[in-house]
Structures are given as structure tokens and as C-alpha cells.
């Protein structure tokens, strides 16, 4: 199957920082990547979607101003959390379908861990 | 939008039992429902997946059934190690737009 990267796996910032998380699609290309948020036994819920070369679709509720996402290339993503607070730790996953693959599947990045402090 | 639900959220069996986890879904345009595996501290692993226009389908000690009419999907573990213990999430997606709906979650322990 197809590979998803996440760096950094775990951040522990100060409140009001800024975080970057990066997510990779290792050996395919992702016109499309999937942002989701997961809090401590809770499901992942969809943040927003990040299209490639172009403005990201945030779901209900999610600020784009306060979590920045850029697509740049066809095997990066970003997600940026703008002067974070401790409201904002939690585990952040991404995903990415493969077209190169004759599947719908979703393919998920280990996460990354961000503890605001 | 798709909203999904999923029981039980907790399911404690013994190794060599059977395990059942049952999901429903809202959204008759969904057509792909896959099912994942996460560990502690890790993203989510595909474990089997079933498409809209398939009944039933099986791969080694999993299975999945899907219900259309009732809307409901459930996955079914059987033969349990204690390897299996996981949380378990379906989801429910429509694969014209993309986005996939995710289940709360069921935390499965296989006792020894």
C-alpha cells in the first residue's frame, strides 16, 4: 500500500506559537489530503480538505485563519496552527487517497502528538 | 450531512471468541465503508473495506456485512487474539466528494 508520512510525530510548543506539522505522500501523488483532529478517546473528526494548488475547504466550525493549510506540491501538505493554546493539544492526523490504486482507500499518517503548554 | 453511529463503545471478550461491532449511517449516498484499526498513539490502519453494490465480504478471520436498505454495516472478528485489542472506528464516505464520516470508536479487549 501506499505511504503517508507526519513530522514531527510529537511538539510540545508555548502558548501563542505557531506549529507547523507537515504531511507526505511518500511513493504516490495526493492532488487531495484529508486534516483531521482527534481528541483523547474521541474520533477522528474532518478539519478540513487541502487541494492541491489551491484553497483548502475547512469543515463547520474550523477557523482557517487559526489553522492555515497550504498544498504546494503534489506530495506535501501543511497544516499550521497560528498562536496555539492549550485548547488547541491534540492528535493531528492526515490522509490522502491514491489514485494510483484502483481503490477508494484512505490512506493515514501515524499523527502528530501537539501539546500547547 | 452523514452522521454514524457506532456500538458498542467498549467490547471485552475472551481469546478464541467472536467479536461484533455494528454500525449505521444516514446518508443513502454513501457507497464506501471501510473499517480501521488504531493502536495507541498511531493513525488509523485500513483493515477491510466493503463498496455499495457488494453484501458481504471476508478476508481471513474478518468479515464485513453491509445492509443498504437498513443502512447499517457491521464487522465481524472472529477467532480473537490478543493482538486484536484495538480501537476500532468504521466510517462511511461517498466517494464522488471525497470526505469519509467516522464512527465514535469501539475500544476492543481480548483477554488472554
Known amino acids: 500500500g501506499a505511504v503517508v508520512s507526519q513530522h514531527p510525530s510529537w511538539v510540545i510548543c508555548k502558548s501563542g506559537t505557531s506549529v507547523k506539522i507537515e504531511c507526505r505522500s511518500l511513493?504516490?501523488?495526493?492532488?487531495?489530503m484529508f486534516w483531521y483532529r482527534q481528541f483523547p478517546k474521541q474520533s477522528l473528526m474532518l478539519m478540513a480538505t487541502?487541494?492541491?494548488?489551491?484553497?483548502?475547504?475547512?469543515e463547520q466550525g474550523v477557523e482557517k485563519d487559526k489553522f492555515l493549510i497550504n498544498h504546494a506540491s503534489l506530495t506535501l501538505s501543511t497544516l499550521t496552527v497560528t498562536s496555539a493554546h492549550p485548547e488547541d493539544s491534540s492528535f493531528y492526523i492526515c490522509?490522502?487517497?491514491?489514485?494510483?490504486?484502483?481503490?477508494?482507500?484512505?490512506?493515514f499518517g501515524p499523527g502528530t502528538r501537539l501539546t500547547v503548554l | 450531512g452523514e452522521n454514524v453511529e457506532q456500538h458498542p463503545s467498549t467490547l471485552s471478550v475472551q481469546e478464541g471468541d467472536s467479536a461484533v461491532i455494528k454500525c449505521t449511517y444516514s446518508?443513502?449516498?454513501?457507497?464506501?465503508f471501510p473499517w480501521y484499526k488504531q493502536e495507541l498513539g498511531k493513525g488509523p490502519q485500513l483493515i477491510i473495506d466493503?463498496?455499495?453494490?457488494?453484501g458481504e465480504k471476508k478476508d481471513q478471520r474478518i468479515a464485513v456485512t453491509l445492509n443498504k436498505t437498513a443502512k447499517h454495516f457491521s464487522l465481524h472478528i472472529t477467532e480473537t487474539q490478543p493482538e486484536d485489542s484495538a480501537v476500532y472506528f468504521c466510517?462511511?464516505?461517498?466517494?464522488?466528494?471525497?470526505?469519509?464520516?467516522f464512527g465514535d470508536g469501539t475500544t476492543l479487549t481480548v483477554k488472554p
Open positions: 511513493d504516490f501523488q495526493a492532488t487531495t
Open positions: 487541502s487541494n492541491e494548488g489551491s484553497k483548502a475547504t475547512y
Open positions: 466493503i463498496r455499495s453494490n457488494v
Open positions: 466510517a462511511a464516505a461517498n466517494t464522488n466528494a471525497g470526505k469519509s464520516t
Open positions: 446518508d443513502s449516498a454513501s457507497n464506501y
Open positions: 490522509s490522502a487517497p491514491s489514485v494510483r490504486f484502483v481503490s477508494d482507500e484512505q490512506f
